[in-house]
């Protein structure tokens, strides 16, 4: 199992299953999603190192808990970590250490790649940021140039 299946899942149920709008690798976070009252962010992490070591070090975490004025204009309303679920149990351990107001999405390879969100994130702030949302979009497009252009390359 690797990230980008769990990603290929997750885009998946975002936009199909959930009729979200959704980018990959935008703004540094695995997948953004815009829905009609928040812009989402996910993280995928596939180990216990990543999500210890790797996620927790970064500052928006810090930010989060104690939010600038400016944080709403530029972070997500809503924060959830990605993980299989065998790392379910490490996941919660630290979303409770972290921010208890991140939620977790479950990856479920031996059930068809199926996506459940175990813990439904709350809102870090009730701002929903125009200039975030326009960022998503301009991932969306390109992303969508970038598949028509490999097209045409075929």
Known sequence: M???KIKHALMSYFRFKRQWICAS???NND????????????EIKISKYDLWKGEAKKSKHRLALNPPNWFEIYHANRFYICVPIALK???EKWVKVTNDKYGIIEYNE????TIFISKT???LHDR???ELEKKVMMRVCAENIGLIC???DK
């Open 150 to 152: 490999l097209k045409k």
């Open 25 to 27: 690798e935008c703004l």
């Open 2 to 4: 690797n990230s980008l």
């Open 128 to 130: 929903k940021s125009e």
């Open 89 to 91: 149990e490490e996941a």
């Open 121 to 123: 994130a709350k809102s």
């Open 31 to 42: 997948v953004m999603a815009i829905t009609d009252k928040d812009v989402i962010e996910v």
């Open 110 to 113: 031996d059930i068809g790649n």
